[in-house]
């Protein structure tokens, strides 16, 4: 995304609390635009809101409409970006809603700013997993600290080292030090094992633009 466009976000969020705590959150950022916000797919696919760069999609409706892997795959159909928002953190769900073509997967858990930081990603096109979500995933490699887990999800995503540092405000040499690293402890050498390793382990979709 252009630097100063706008962010245009719906949330689909039946919890009453947890949606204002979301358009609060929303409401913290300049460039941030909530331009709608439900309580199941249905409302939101009848309120027909289009040309979205994120939805926030709580994996947890209820209510008899549609809900988890089912409910993302819905939003995704309509072309749209979806960072899923849960209080499950176990690898059954999170890989059923990366499969079914989330963008990002956060905990409800996450604190504000890693909110933000999220949208924004995934507003750019690019996937964010909280790293409570990547460690567990990655629990028979747990030696990977969170910040090789995001090196290792930004490299399976198609960003190079110099990308990479830009994105996560560390230097070149620093990235390249976290991929070492992830080198050494999981024992793949080249990029293409490493992102296998990545898409394995769930910690990201294959890219996906609107």
Known sequence: MEDGQMITI???EDDPGYQIGLKAIVGTQADFQLVTAARSVEEFTAQRASDLDVVVLDLGLRGGGL????????VVAARLRVLVVSMVSQEVPVIEAIGAGAHGYLTKESEPDEIVRAVRTVAGGGTH???TVAGYLLRDRS???DREIEVLALLADGERAADIARQLFISESTVNGHLENIRNKSGYRN????TRLAFE??????RRRR
């Open 67 to 74: 809900e988890g892997a089912d409910a993302v795959r819905e």
């Open 129 to 131: 997993i909280s790293p």
């Open 143 to 145: 030696r990977l600290t």
């Open 191 to 194: 990029k293409a094992d490493l």
């Open 10 to 12: 719906g949330i689909v």
């Open 201 to 206: 382990k769930g910690i990201l979709p294959r």
